[in-house]
């Protein structure tokens, strides 16, 4: 069983959103596991890595999403392993979870030195496991080449098998590939593809947005499914804000005060997405009837307009089991753009 | 200090700004003055000299030879402040400025020089911005109003200087006789506390109204009313609400505590009758200052038709007055003067055939009876009862009323005729209304009021507070540049005013965390400790219900990477672990100290949606055992306490015991601004309840703390 050990030098470069892409093309019976879980999601005293539950939910695996993940917090996996342990539980887990498989991805921590005071940082888990490491480098075109040179200059990899780099969120693939390919593989490293950015991948779903800001849903939990493609802060009168250009948009949500009736009646006569409400002010019942009849969701959350807009700026925008759309992007995405052979060879 | 009855029954007043030209504000308050039939000496002040209205002018203060004890100051605005200096030097008592154009336009340094000049030398002022006083008992009108004023027992007291003009051409339509009316406008020194001291112990004022739109000094004004209530009612229209925002509190008990909502429990609790609009107010003046006390604790209703009972048996249940309802005795009392058809039971209804003789019997019954408080009787015009007999006999029955000191009043519904005859009965001062309603309100305020007077002398409750052990755990907080207490704090608080907590140890770390979920025994609670983290669920920094070391270690991860996510720069200084309790009615008690009012408590309905449910009552401390339990009842909540669904009745006992504490810890420690226990989990009678969670923030006045 071959196995690769997907990592990146930064957050939120698409680790994720490459693998499922990856799974997709390969067709082939593919295990998945996230041994330090940054993703963390706990409900019911049950907690697990959302990536965990996403590749779960998607490829239907028998395999609960707790057993992906052997910690989140250091703390915890200072506490309960060494070295050694938390080796042989990789071992354990990595033979459990690869069982029957063509390919066994484990996808490492938010960047490539995280973890690595728990044994737990992306060198360790392909040296424990074997595994074949690729990088997933996305930012500016300067920062993709900053962190490659890097890599190549500064992250120690003899005892360890590169598989290659997959560039990613790349504005202009053409350009891109013309300009700087032929300095990048001048340094010896293999570049597996290089991914296009596509806004689409960067939505939000408001169930999604409701889970991370800890919002009471007061309405149309139907429609929570819902895309936010354009976010819009309700600070100003409701027939000031109808003018403004993104206003009109599809796909938008608002944030304003729950004691806001005029912007709540403007985003319900302009079909917005849905409408976060802060500082825990509960709008007047007939407003709530109101959008229950036209089903947009309300979000009532305390924070003020303003930590909210910040809590959802930090928000990455991940991927859902129910977008069946980007998934199919992505398979197309990883199609035309990776050379996927490597992985397997 | 000035002794107030002066201000109310000078024996001179001089007008500053006294005009022989009628147009001039200055003339008509000479004018109104002289009209008033005012007796005491009178000295018009005009530079120009000359005489006004027969009377010599004096061309400054220091001319005129005797003392002064008030002055109407009616000169324009940039004037002002010399001729008061002049005033106070002069050794005027009181000085009424009627001139406006000072802090309600912007110019408060102007106003507070006037304030602190004649402050120190003793003199006292009134407004500026005001339209002078009224005073019967003077037989003065220094004001500037229509003039005419009717004599009488109704005292108003108002902010609004428009607004109290207005009024007293009302109190003339609705033939309410004034005792005094007073505006205060800008109140740079002498606001409603010192007037009602006045209004207070003076015998011809037997209702006092007040227009307040805003309170300065809170504890002064509740002491004022307080005394004022015990003697006579204060009807007070209160409008305008503070600057005060509630969305962005710290506290729950902040953010629900809308200054309106405070006030208007402060007022209740003081026994202050609250209107809400002009009519209501002058409706329960006038009866609340004519009307005897009830004889005792539940009223008849008297009707001619089913409907109009119906509907004034519903207002009695609005404006809670307890309906006699003995049916045996009803019939026993009420069927030699029903017809067989009508009813005895209360509402008696003595059907559409009644006539002058049914009502006259009815009312007679209902008059002798002892068990009966006070009648309210009804009456839809019929062909067999005509108006020019009702009035005759609603005249005669209210006169055998007043003679045996038994309250009753009348609505009746009809034709012109009945609307001329409720005109004219109202000259009388018979207490008839042409609304169901407003006849059962103003009898309602009348059972209110008297309950009031009933209760308020009881001793208020108080606990034993260890004031210097808690200073000092604020003082240590405070070193640290911190105004809130962590949980172990606030529990430790909790301890020392005996207010029950669960079990609970603070882990700094995962391992010490697994030791006292093991100290305290499964399943635990886990709670972030936090500097920067006040609504812990928000920020997923709870876990509940954890059984074992394995779901503790867990939620240890989940909670600490929770908290960094919602708030990534938050200082966690651990984890708080305690007892699960049994869950049971969760409530809320907050107690904070309030910028007008000093401290005040709340009660309410518990737990992560307090904010959303709104379901909570407030008072201002301290408090009498009664009005805690009332406070309990006022929440649509408290029959969870009772115990539903065939549920056991709820520790009340114990949630009083709680208020009491809270109520003395933020009395006595001036260091701590808001307490909060959310939730406080009651028990079923006699198990207790326990403070689950406990919030305190500290003052930031240093001077609070030494």
Not at chain 2, 85 to 110: H, L, M, P, Q, W
Not at chain 2, 263 to 283: E, K, S, W
Request: glycine share 8%; charged share 25%; aromatic share 6%.
């Amino acid at each position: 069983m071959n196995t690769i050990v997907v990592t990146s030098l930064r957050n939120s470069t698409g680790k994720t959103s490459t693998i499922v892409g990856l799974v997709e093309t390969l067709q082939k019976q593919v295990g998945y596991m996230k041994p330090l879980g940054d993703r963390l999601l706990y409900s019911k005293k049950r907690l697990w890595d959302y990536d965990a539950a996403l590749m779960t939910g998607l490829y239907s695996m028998k395999v609960q999403p707790d057993d992906m993940s052997i910690g989140f917090d250091h703390s915890k996996l200072r506490f309960m392993y060494n070295q050694d342990t938390i080796r042989a539980k990789l071992s354990e887990m990595a033979e459990t979870l690869g069982a029957g498989r063509d390919l066994l991805i484990v996808e490492a921590g938010k960047s490539i030195s995280y973890g690595t005071s728990v044994h737990l940082d992306a060198l360790s888990l392909a040296q424990y496991l074997g595994g074949k490491v690729v990088f997933v480098i996305s930012g500016d075109d300067d920062t993709i080449l900053d962190d490659i040179m890097f890599v190549r200059r500064s992250v120690d990899m003899k005892d360890i098998r590169v598989a290659g780099i997959i560039v990613n969120k790349v504005h202009n693939v053409d350009d891109f590939k013309e300009t700087y390919l032929p300095e990048i593989r001048q340094t010896g490293l293999n570049v597996l593809g290089v991914l296009p950015y596509q806004s689409e991948l960067t939505y939000f779903s408001l169930r999604y947005l409701a889970d991370k800001l800890f919002a009471k849903v007061l309405n149309a939990e139907a429609n929570l499914d819902r895309k936010v493609k354009n976010i819009f802060i309700g600070a100003m009168s409701g027939n000031v804000a109808v003018q403004k250009p993104l206003f009109k948009k599809e796909d938008k949500l608002i944030i304003t005060g729950g004691d806001r009736s005029d912007m709540i009646l403007a985003a319900l006569n302009h079909n917005a997405a849905g409408i976060i409400l802060t500082n825990n002010i509960l709008p007047p019942s007939n407003i709530i009837a109101k959008a229950e009849e036209s089903g947009m969701p309300m979000l009532l959350v305390t924070p003020d307009t303003y930590q909210v807009a910040r809590q959802i700026d930090r928000l990455e925008p991940l991927l859902t089991r129910e977008a069946a759309d980007k998934v199919d992007l992505l398979k197309n995405m990883v199609k035309a753009h990776v050379n996927i052979d490597v992985l397997l060879a | 200090m000035n002794d107030i009855k002066l201000l109310f029954e000078p024996r001179s007043i001089a007008v500053v700004g006294a005009s022989k030209d009628p147009k001039k504000i200055g003339h008509t308050f000479i004018k109104n003055i002289l009209a008033s039939g005012y007796a005491g000496k009178l000295y018009p002040i005009n530079p120009a000299g000359g005489d006004v209205l027969g009377l010599q002018a004096y061309p400054d203060i220091n001319a005129i030879d005797g003392a002064v004890d008030m002055v109407c100051t009616t000169i324009p605005a940039r004037f002002v402040y010399d001729s008061v200096k002049a005033c106070a030097d002069r050794g005027v008592k009181y000085n009424v400025i009627i001139t406006s154009g000072f802090s309600e336009i912007g110019d408060i340094a102007t106003e507070r020089k006037i304030a602190d000049y004649a402050a120190s030398r003793g003199m006292r002022v009134v407004g500026p911005n005001v339209f002078g006083v009224y005073s019967a008992e003077a037989r003065m009108d220094a004001t500037f109003g229509p003039g005419g004023i009717m004599p009488g027992s109704v005292a108003i007291v108002t902010q609004s200087g428009a607004l109290g003009l207005a009024m007293i051409g009302k109190s003339k339509v609705e033939n309410i006789g004034l005792s005094a009316i007073v505006s205060i406008g800008n109140k740079c020194d002498i606001d409603e506390a010192d007037l009602l001291e006045y209004l207070t112990d003076q015998e011809r004022t037997r209702v006092i109204l007040m227009y307040i739109e805003g309170i300065k000094d809170g504890d002064r004004f509740i002491e004022a009313v307080k005394k004022a209530t015990k003697k006579k009612p204060v009807v007070v229209i209160k409008s305008g609400r503070s600057e005060r925002g509630a969305v962005a509190a710290a506290s729950h008990t902040g953010s629900l505590a809308g200054s309106d909502e405070i006030i208007d429990a402060i007022l209740r609790q003081n026994g202050v009758i609250r209107a809400d609009t002009i009519q209501q107010a002058f409706d329960w003046c006038k009866y609340l200052g004519n009307s005897p006390a009830p004889t005792g604790d539940q009223a008849v209703i008297i009707t001619n038709g089913g409907g109009i009972g119906v509907m004034a048996t519903d207002a009695c249940e609005k404006y809670d007055i307890e309906l006699y309802d003995d049916g045996k005795k009803l019939k026993e009392m009420f069927s030699p003067v029903t017809p067989s058809f009508g009813s005895t039971k209360n509402p008696i209804d003595i059907t559409g055939g009644a006539a002058g003789a049914e009502y006259n019997s009815a009312l007679s019954v209902a008059l002798d009876a002892k068990e009966i408080g006070a009648s309210i009787a009804l009456y839809c015009e019929t062909s067999t009862f005509l108006a020019a007999d009702l009035e005759k006999v609603l005249e005669q029955n209210h006169n055998s009323y007043e003679l045996k000191k038994k309250p009753l009043l009348f609505a009746i519904v009809g034709g012109e005729d009945i609307e001329n005859a409720i005109v004219k009965l109202g000259r009388k001062n018979v207490p008839v209304f042409g609304d169901v309603d407003e006849a059962v309100a103003c009898l309602g305020k009348l059972y209110w009021y008297h309950r009031y007077l009933r209760y308020h002398s009881e001793l208020y409750e108080d606990a034993a507070v260890p004031v210097a052990a808690i200073t000092e755990i604020c003082t240590n907080a405070i070193k640290q540049d911190r105004y809130f207490l962590l949980a172990h704090e606030a529990q430790k608080i909790m301890d020392l005013v005996g207010i029950p907590v669960p079990k609970s140890y603070i882990a700094r770390n995962l391992d010490e965390a697994i030791t006292c979920a093991e100290k305290c025994g499964y399943p635990v609670v886990m709670k972030v400790v936090s500097r920067d983290i006040i609504h812990k669920s928000d920020a997923g920094g709870v876990a509940l219900d954890l059984e074992d070391r394995n779901e503790v270690i867990d939620a240890y991860q989940a909670i600490m990477q929770s908290c960094r996510a919602y708030k990534h720069d938050a200082k966690i200084e651990g984890v708080e672990i305690a007892e699960m309790l049994k869950k049971e009615v969760e409530t809320i008690i907050g107690a904070r100290r309030d910028q007008t009012f000093g401290p005040v408590i709340m009660f309410g309905l518990g737990g992560i949606y307090v904010e959303v449910m709104k379901d909570v009552a407030f008072r201002a401390l301290p408090l009498s055992r009664r009005e805690i339990l009332n406070m309990i009842k006022e929440t649509r909540s408290y029959p969870l306490l009772l115990g539903v669904r065939g549920e056991e009745q709820k520790d009340i006992d114990a949630v009083i015991a709680v208020i009491i504490k809270l109520g003395a810890l933020i009395s006595k420690c001036p260091a701590i601004s808001d307490i909060e226990i959310n939730p406080l989990m009651v028990y079923e009678q006699n198990k207790g309840a326990k403070a689950v969670d406990v919030r305190i923030l500290l003052a930031k006045d240093e001077r609070s703390t030494t």
